[in-house]
């Protein structure tokens, strides 16, 4: 992605049209990473609900892993997460780049 000058931004720093987070890989400056453990999941579909940044993939109504260059490693997913007789399936890692 080129930069443009301060001078062809828009005035106020306003932005002009919906839906730009798509065009940034906000996952870049994350520091824990969700990890999905398909063995404790019952597709409840809370990490979906709860995700922030619509960073939970779900196909065919099931969870279906992360969308890692939107995530930022908030772990309200994990959190959220009731798993399968406690254990959860989705944890926090430190993220290694
Ligand atoms: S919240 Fe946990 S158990 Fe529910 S769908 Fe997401 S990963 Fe699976
Ligand atoms: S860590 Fe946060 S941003 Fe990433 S998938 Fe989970 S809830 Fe969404």
């Not at 005035?11 to 969700?34: C, H, M, Q, Y």
């Not at 995700?51 to 099931?62: I, N, R, T």
Request: with cysteine; hydrophobic share 35%.
């Amino acid at each position: 992605m080129s930069l443009k000058k301060y001078q062809d931004l828009a005035l106020g720093g306003n932005i002009e049209r919906g839906g730009t987070a798509v065009d940034f890989k906000t996952g870049d400056w994350r520091s824990l990473k969700p990890v999905y453990k398909p063995e404790n999941c019952i597709h409840c579909l809370f990490c979906w609900a709860y995700c922030p940044d619509s960073a939970v993939h779900v196909a065919d109504g099931k969870m279906a892993g992360f969308d890692l260059d939107h995530c930022k490693g908030c772990g309200i997913c994990a959190h959220e997460c009731p798993g399968k007789k406690g254990a959860k399936a989705i944890v926090m890692e430190p993220e290694v780049k």
